[in-house]
């Protein structure tokens, strides 16, 4: 079996406007501008994408799995629209207090997803706009992207940012772009 690298994406602040006080409602998931273009972008390339998120804000009681799936089923309607796919969007519910093992940093999202998939983490990319982001996916071996979109620009002189030379793009799109102006074929599922 040949595993295949992926492009697995952050949702709030790398797909959506972030919020302080939680994305609560598809009132208010705002896609950002050009995200799911991104996203068609890569799925026409053949990458495939996923996202990886953490939405505590189940536990804490803000917002019901119902609500969040609302929220998905708009961005798979926008991105399907384009011709555009997401293989799968994994999501942590988890208080922090829970120490759960899915919440990020934590890998266990990503080891799920990389088994479910076979995907091959060390050959995929992971983009976020936090510096766990960065920490999630040096400690999974996949490639870290920092975005300056939503939290992102806080944390572009950050000791592990400078130190590890991330990679620093204004948004999901800049980053999509130069990936795919590369000529890179991925590796294609067996
Ligand atoms: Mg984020
Ligand atoms: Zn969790």
Redesign the pocket.
Known sequence: MIKQAAVIL?????INF?SDSYVKSLDEFKLMPKSVQAIVDLHKAGWPVFIVTNQSGIERGYYDEATLAQMHAELYKQVQALGGDIQAIYYCPHHPKNECACRKPKPGLFQQLALEYEIDLSQSYYV???IT?VEVALSIDAQPILVTT??GSKFIEHELVVKQAIPIYTELHEFTQHLLSKSFTPKPYI
């Open positions: 952050d949702r709030d602040g790398v972030d976020g706009d936090k982001d939503g939290k």
